[in-house]
């Protein structure tokens, strides 16, 4: 089991969130109107070292675990959405650190603001050359990627030959290019109807060198230069705990802004009797489900998340049933989320659909959220086949 000054320490994050939450709740309109993390939010998550909290400590970081990754992007999320996508990115990508010479990662993540933003694979392509690769793409979804001095970019290696590089099974081989910021040039295409403020643009690259030491691939044996049970955890998992944090905070906000409006907005039976929604029956009990949902997803999140960071420390990784299990409170978790924030938004009526109301942008917000990967129907079969011991379609 773990110490308890390991487990305080790894709260006490969730607990510098907490204080940070209304600076970042004032700032939320000046981020979806500037469509970036705003400086000064930026520099306080710096100042109170969340961005370096899952770094090693060998690194400067916190060495947190994914219990309190969670809480803290939960946290952040219930103040404002995009600022939570981003922090969860850049939180879950210093993993990245556990890949590379200690030297390389202390000049990426070793600085106060030091922070990496990429998006994901897209056909670039990394030509073997002397000493490193000659890389030319373009990528999407650069979430944070205004107040990340660093870039990757996820590129299938191109043998002297022309040839892909392929592995044991025949696959092509990816590795993810770390380059300064200014080596890109970035398209703003980021126009969308929730998370506005993550700023996720496009960028590229052509004909850039980047040296062999400033590459790696998440979840390589091969590349592993750190033994802490963070690096048992695949970093696609990571950022499932990321998202899902992002949903929960979401779904509370919304729930909470609800039930104080429920206590003054008449309901529609109630007009002419002073009846206001939460003596409405229909209310009541539609509140309370709503209030199920979202207990009962945190609360199965976060038993399987003790469970699996467990098993890292304990075992040197989750067993397949156990990243299941997760999986299954991940995408679970995130659709939960999205139903309380759907019942929030409609229950509250005209109340809901004004700029600038307790409601709008959470609930365009969310539906930004499961739109991505993390929150796809098919993860339930993927742990399904899992459960059945049948070898699933796509990786847990």
């Known amino acids: 089991m773990l110490a308890r000054d390991e487990k305080n320490k790894s709260l006490d994050y969730v607990a510098r969130a907490r204080a940070l ?39 400067g970081g916190g060495g947190a675990d994914i219990v309190a990754f969670n809480r803290v992007i939960e946290t952040v999320a219930a103040a404002d959405a995009s600022t939570a996508w981003c922090l969860g990115q850049q939180v ?47 990528w999407r979804f650069a979430s944070g990627s ?8 996820h590129s299938a290696v191109i043998e002297r030959d022309g040839k892909p590089r392929l592995d044991d099974k025949g696959r092509p081989v990816l590795r993810t290019m770390l380059f300064r910021k200014e080596k890109a040039t970035f398209h703003d295409i980021w126009h969308v109807i929730g998370l506005r403020g993550t700023g996720s643009n496009a960028y590229e690259v052509r004909d850039l060198f980047v040296p ?10 091969a590349d592993r ?19 899902s944090g992002v949903g929960l905070g979401l779904a509370r906000a919304s729930l909470d802004a609800f039930m104080t409006l429920a206590t003054t907005k008449s309901g529609r039976e109630g007009r002419g009797t002073g009846a206001v929604l939460r003596d409405s029956p229909l209310i009541q009990s539609d509140t309370a489900k ?22 890292s420390v304990t075992k040197g ?62 993860n339930f079969e993927s ?14």
């Not at 998550?45 to 090693?56: C, D, K, Q, S, V």
């Open 21 to 59: 939450a209304p600076t970042i709740e004032a700032a939320a309109d000046r981020i979806e109107a500037e469509r970036r993390i705003v400086p000064d939010v930026v520099a306080a998550l710096h100042e109170a070292g969340i961005f370096h909290m899952l770094l090693p400590v060998s690194l």
């Open 92 to 138: 879950a990508s210093t993993q990245a650190a556990g890949y590379l010479d200690p030297q390389i990662a202390r000049e990426v993540f070793g600085p106060p603001h030091g922070a990496v933003a990429w998006g994901p694979p897209s056909g670039a392509k990394a030509a073997v050359t002397e000493g490193g690769y000659i890389v030319n793409g373009r």
């Open 146 to 153: 205004g107040h990340c001095p660093w870039i990757g970019g």
């Open 212 to 221: 062999e030491a400033y590459t790696t691939w998440r979840d390589l044996p």
């Open 225 to 243: 230069r750190d033994g802490g049970p963070l690096f048992n955890i695949p970093l696609l998992t990571l950022y499932g705990i990321g998202f």
């Open 290 to 311: 709503a209030m199920g949902r979202l207990k009962s997803g945190r609360a199965f999140l976060t038993d399987m998340l003790h469970e699996i960071w467990e098993a």
């Open 317 to 378: 990784g989750a067993s397949l049933e156990q990243r299941a299990r997760l999986r299954l409170a991940i995408t679970g978790a995130l659709d939960q989320s999205r139903r309380v924030v759907d019942f929030a938004y409609h229950a509250a009526g005209t109340n809901a659909i004004f700029t600038g109301s307790p409601f709008e942008r959470r609930f365009r917000d969310m539906h930004t959220v499961t739109a991505q990967g993390q929150a796809h129907m098919s």
């Open 383 to 396: 742990a399904g086949q899992a459960l059945f011991g049948i070898e699933p379609s796509q990786r847990l």
